[in-house]
């Protein structure tokens, strides 16, 4: 399934962003467009954050990425997206922002590694 066919059962996590930095300056649509395309391309996935870590946008594209994050977010046993971004067990969030948080505090890019196997850049 193409990433632009794709949407989390848990609902757009950009709704929560309180920073809103990339967000306004690019636009929600260029953004998911530009994403998507890529995504597309890669059949991977990704997340943009802002610098204290809410979502700008976020599209699991990949397979395999959207059972480790679904499977990973349930783990918070709760409907409430602010309180599972919280509870610390939702893994792929806590990976993904913490390969973020680390690559801005550096001042360049950075891969890791991530639970479910996969490289994050």
Known sequence: M????????????????????????????????????TLDVLETSMAVYERRGDYASGIFASGWCRLMDQSSR????????????????WLCHEHCWGSAEASMDAGESIERSCPGGIQLF
């Open 74 to 89: 349930r783990l918070c046993e709760t409907n409430n997206n602010s309180d599972a971004i919280g509870c610390g067990k």
């Open 2 to 37: 193409p990433a632009h066919e794709y949407e989390q059962p848990y609902g757009d996590l950009a709704t929560l962003n309180t920073e809103r930095l990339i967000l306004d300056s690019v636009g929600p649509e260029l953004l998911t467009d530009v994403a998507r395309d």
